[in-house]
């Protein structure tokens, strides 16, 4: 079947902006996760979903940003008033479970 | 949180050579991936091995969970192989994963 699928690959935004980005999970996957990976480093938690529960949210970095999962499937990661420093690729990853996590291709956000 | 320590940093091969690449990790872990994170950005999974060993083609891993350290193997290794590996865990505590910093692996003709 399909991977997970995100949406869109590359977004440019001006600095001040909010913007919105989609992740398609695995049909079937209950759990959902938000990462960040920053140029050079490895990914960085954001937030998880147990269908559509935020069951943790720690990893997000500001009130600026918000994710939501309402069906239990596609899932949202907004992010309002855009910083420089919010330049990153974001990540999502779905899994069956408690286990192996698969990831989309990511989104890469530039923020001008 | 849990620490995760990868070595080392960067590799640099001649094709046909092999490889050892090490995850160590500060805390008892219930998850473990390795990944291959190719030049495009995309995550590909290896394995998923939070104990024991798997083979999977010229690649293969270990984990001992008792002494907190997982090992990747890679052997005649071929310029596709090229990228950044990363491991990642889970701790008991929650269902994310925490990354490592990551091997970069260039692999010369």
């Known amino acids: 079947g399909a991977g997970v699928s995100q949406s869109p690959r590359y977004k440019v935004a001006k600095r001040g902006q909010d913007v919105a980005l989609r992740c398609d999970p695995i049909?079937?996957?209950?759990?959902l996760f938000w990462y960040q990976q920053a140029l050079g480093q490895g990914p960085e938690f954001l937030t998880y979903?147990?269908?559509?529960?935020?069951?943790?949210k720690s990893g997000l970095p500001s009130d600026r940003f918000f994710a939501e999962r309402p069906e239990g499937s596609v899932s949202t990661l907004k992010i309002q008033r855009t910083q420089q420093e919010d330049s990153a690729v974001y990540l999502c990853?779905?899994?069956?479970?408690?286990?192996?996590?698969?990831f989309g291709p990511g989104t890469r956000l530039t923020v001008t | 949180g849990i620490q995760v320590e990868q070595s080392p940093p960067d590799l640099i091969l001649q094709e046909g050579a092999n490889s050892t690449l090490r995850c160590n990790f500060s805390?008892?872990?219930?998850?473990l991936q390795w990944f291959h994170q190719n030049p495009w950005g995309q995550l590909i999974n290896l394995f998923y091995?939070?104990?024991g060993t798997k083979q999977n083609g010229r690649l293969s891993a270990t984990t001992v969970a008792t002494e907190r350290y997982s090992l990747l193997y890679i052997s005649s290794s071929q310029t596709t192989d090229s990228g950044v590996y990363f491991c990642?865990?889970?701790?008991?505590?929650?269902?994310?994963?925490?990354f490592g910093p990551g091997t970069r692996l260039s692999v010369l003709p």
């Open positions: 990853a779905s899994s069956p479970g408690f286990s192996e996590q698969y």
């Open positions: 049909s079937g996957h209950v759990s």
């Open positions: 979903f147990q269908n559509e529960a935020q069951l943790d």
């Open positions: 805390d008892s872990v219930n998850n």
């Open positions: 091995i939070p104990s």
């Open positions: 990642a865990v889970g701790d008991n505590y929650g269902q994310n994963f925490v």
